[in-house]
């Protein structure tokens, strides 16, 4: 069946003026485009000075400022954000959060979701028409049947990706070690 997101998930609001541990706030440079994973800051900060959402283990973020950039996460612990991250949580047992996870990450719902933004220099998707977003929700155990599968099949290439970047590293190495012998006359060239 297809519904509105809000049919199924909640959009949180639960807001803060205050992050208790700064050790588990996510502002946008922490989510690495594309990819769900968290990076750490370039920066270390000792305060945040804006409102911020709280979300919980299980919830799914989602970026609506430039959503082309395609920055979700789902959540492993409890934790803040900044407020251009929507926070979803399950709340009738009608929507497995995995697969939720794996569905906002699709081209057609990214695309239909930057098409509908606002603003030149920050487009900015709204959160009601996120909300209002129709999605597909197969039954339960169907959901979980998909979000077991891409698990799987994303570590798996994740696993590959890691591999030919330590192969990258490796024949960058080799070629720091090649030139700096070859104008130190380590290796005969001519």
């Given at each position: 069946?297809?519904?509105?997101?809000?049919?199924?998930?909640?959009?949180?609001?639960?807001?803060?003026?205050?992050?208790?541990?700064?050790?588990?706030?996510?502002?946008?440079?922490?989510?690495?485009?594309?990819?769900?994973?968290?990076?750490?800051?370039?920066?270390?900060?000792?305060?945040?000075?804006?409102?911020v959402n709280t979300f919980n283990k299980g919830d799914v973020?989602?970026?609506?400022?430039?959503?082309?950039?395609?920055?979700?996460?789902?959540?492993?612990?409890?934790?803040?954000?900044?407020?251009?991250?929507?926070?979803?949580?399950?709340?009738?047992d009608k929507m497995k959060m995995k697969y939720f996870y794996?569905?906002?990450?699709?081209?057609?719902?990214?695309?239909?979701?930057?098409?509908?933004?606002?603003?030149?220099?920050?487009?900015?998707?709204?959160?009601?028409?996120?909300?209002?977003?129709?999605?597909?929700?197969?039954?339960?155990?169907?959901?979980?049947?998909?979000?077991?599968?891409?698990?799987?099949?994303?570590?798996?290439?994740?696993?590959?990706?890691?591999?030919?970047?330590?192969?990258?590293?490796?024949?960058?190495?080799?070629?720091?070690?090649?030139?700096?012998?070859?104008?130190?006359?380590?290796?005969?060239?001519?």
């Amino acid at each position: 069946e297809v519904k509105r997101i809000k049919q199924f998930v909640r959009s949180s609001s639960n807001k803060s003026n205050e992050v208790l541990d700064l050790n588990k706030y996510l502002a946008l440079e922490n989510i690495e485009s594309n990819t769900g994973k968290l990076i750490p800051s370039s920066k270390e900060i000792d305060k945040v000075e804006s409102i911020v959402n709280t979300f919980n283990k299980g919830d799914v973020l989602f970026c609506k400022l430039r959503p082309y950039l395609r920055k979700y996460y789902f959540c492993d612990f409890d934790g803040y954000s900044t407020s251009e991250l929507l926070v979803f949580s399950n709340y009738n047992d009608k929507m497995k959060m995995k697969y939720f996870y794996y569905l906002i990450q699709s081209e057609v719902f990214i695309s239909r979701i930057n098409g509908s933004t606002y603003g030149a220099k920050m487009p900015r998707a709204s959160p009601d028409f996120i909300n209002n977003e129709r999605l597909p929700r197969p039954p339960i155990k169907e959901q979980e049947e998909i979000a077991e599968y891409l698990d799987n099949k994303t570590s798996k290439i994740q696993s590959v990706i890691k591999n030919k970047e330590k192969q990258v590293e490796l024949y960058q190495e080799l070629r720091k070690t090649v030139i700096n012998n070859a104008v130190t006359g380590k290796i005969k060239v001519c």
